[in-house]
T-cell receptor, first 114, second 112 residues
Framework: GESVGLHLPTLSVQEGDNSIINCAYS??????FIWYKQESGKGPQFIID?????DKRQGQRVTVLLNKTVKHLSLQIAATQPGDSAVYFC?????????????FGSGTRLQVQP | DADVTQTPRNRITKTGKRIMLECSQT?????MYWYRQDPGLGLQLIYY???????NKGEISDGYSVSRQAQAKFSLSLESAIPNQTALYFC???????????FGPGTRLLVL
């Protein structure tokens, strides 16, 4: 069936290191992808997005890479800080019977060790 | 994000009770959504609305109903609450392109 999944449920990194969070998707019709950050007790917060006509998009300390050949998405966080500790979700977005549908993965918990 | 607010933030209720969760937004978006999140899992879509009076079922609509009487407000009701509806509930909004969604702070619901 259709799914958006994550390779690792928990990722632990040292402060200052780079973090890479991965996501696999199975629907080749998806044309827009979003990464969300969810801190404890809060709602998901938009981080960065990428369209299917791009391979890479950079923001402030974050980079999203899209490999459509293997249906893989990754979020790279440079110089990881304690404030980056959260659960990160990828989401895929596509046209579905004339309307846009957003499907979320189960999330990866990022733990930043001081 | 204060643009999307949810009330109450926490709620404890008993099995069989009817309860309503409220969502308000000041972003001027036409589209609104209700999601459920269980511990350690992602978000599941319950219902969504693309305009006032427009209601669409999501992945897990059974046991829930919604009302969209105004652009800025979207309410979720549990007709007869059951313990497995214990979860975090999030409201979200998006513009007419329906791509990026903006989430409220969530309502933590416990059904005893």
């Amino acid at each position: 069936g259709e799914s958006v999944g994550l390779h690792l449920p928990t990722l632990s990194v040292q402060e200052g290191d780079n973090s890479i969070i991965n996501c696999a998707y199975s629907n080749s019709a998806s044309d827009y992808f979003i990464w969300y950050k969810q801190e404890s007790g809060k709602g998901p917060q938009f981080i960065i997005d990428i369209r299917s006509n791009m391979d890479k998009r950079q923001g402030q300390r974050v980079t999203v890479l899209l490999n459509k050949t293997v249906k893989h998405l990754s979020l790279q966080i440079a110089a990881t800080q304690p404030g980056d500790s959260a659960v990160y979700f990828c989401a895929e977005n596509r046209e579905d019977t004339g309307r846009r549908a957003l499907t979320f993965g189960s999330g990866t918990r990022l733990q930043v060790q001081p | 994000d204060a643009d999307v607010t949810q009330t109450p933030r926490n709620r404890i209720t008993k099995t069989g009770k009817r309860i309503m969760l409220e969502c308000s937004q000041t972003k001027g978006h036409d589209r609104m959504y209700w999601y459920r999140q269980d511990p350690g899992l992602g978000l599941q879509l319950i219902y969504y609305s693309f305009d006032v009076k427009d209601i669409n079922k999501g992945e897990i609509s059974d046991g829930y109903s919604v009302s969209r009487q105004a652009q800025a407000k979207f309410s979720l009701s549990l007709e007869s609450a059951i313990p497995n509806q214990t979860a975090l509930y999030f409201c979200a909004t998006s513009d007419e392109r329906g791509e990026t969604q903006y989430f409220g702070p969530g309502t933590r619901l416990l059904v005893l």
